[in-house]
């Protein structure tokens, strides 16, 4: 059975993830009224991908006995100036993410919530993951410096992802 403190942390964090779901749309929705196709799947993807995420939160908390408590979903930016700047503020969510993680883990340890302590193990190593994946894009479009040619082959190379 989960702890109040730890019931109302892991629902938080249900929240955050939704969050990040709705702003990688955002981003996906930018990138294709750019024509930006590539770009606009991968960020369909990672979309999907924190969804699934905020769907491990839910399943767990129901699991464990708690009440899933769904929150308003905060309204993302819509627009962005260039790829670049959508990768950094990317990078900048994940690290964001990160830091809740690590929070919502020092309060499963708080609470001796071994179950939970485990469980959130999988979206530590997770973050690793989603940092260095938006980090390596960044980067890439840092070298490129918004040229048209680098711009397009990366947008093909990015449209690959499933």
Same mark, same amino acid.
């Given at each position: 059975?989960?702890?109040?403190?730890?019931?109302?942390?892991?629902?938080?964090?249900?929240?955050?993830?939704?969050?990040?779901?709705?702003?990688?749309?955002?981003?996906?929705?930018?990138?294709?009224?750019?024509?930006?196709?590539?770009?606009?799947?991968?960020?369909? *993807? %990672? #979309? /999907?991908?924190?969804?699934?995420?905020?769907?491990? @939160?839910?399943? =767990? $908390?129901? +699991?464990?006995?708690?009440?899933?408590?769904?929150?308003?979903?905060?309204?993302?930016?819509?627009?962005?100036?260039?790829?670049?700047?959508?990768?950094?503020?990317?990078?900048?969510?994940?690290?964001?993410?990160?830091?809740?993680?690590?929070?919502?883990?020092?309060? *499963? %340890? #708080? /609470?001796?919530?071994?179950?939970?302590?485990?469980? @959130?193990?999988? =979206? $530590?190593? +997770?973050?690793?993951?989603?940092?260095?994946?938006?980090?390596?894009?960044?980067?890439?479009?840092?070298?490129?410096?918004?040229?048209?040619?680098?711009?397009?082959?990366?947008?093909?190379?990015?449209?690959?992802?499933?």
């Amino acid at each position: 059975m989960l702890t109040e403190t730890v019931e109302k942390a892991l629902n938080e964090q249900i929240n955050k993830e939704l969050f990040s779901a709705y702003l990688y749309l955002s981003m996906a929705a930018d990138f294709e009224s750019k024509n930006l196709a590539g770009f606009a799947k991968w960020m369909k *993807a %990672q #979309s /999907a991908e924190e969804l699934n995420h905020a769907m491990k @939160l839910f399943n =767990y $908390v129901l +699991e464990r006995g708690g009440h899933v408590e769904l929150m308003a979903i905060e309204k993302p930016q819509q627009t962005w100036e260039s790829p670049l700047k959508v990768f950094q503020d990317a990078y900048d969510h994940e690290r964001f993410i990160t830091q809740s993680i690590y929070s919502l883990l020092e309060i *499963a %340890q #708080s /609470a001796k919530d071994y179950g939970t302590i485990e469980f @959130l193990q999988w =979206y $530590v190593k +997770e973050q690793v993951e989603e940092e260095a994946q938006a980090e390596h894009v960044m980067k890439k479009l840092e070298m490129i410096n918004d040229a048209p040619a680098g711009l397009l082959m990366l947008d093909h190379e990015l449209g690959q992802r499933e």
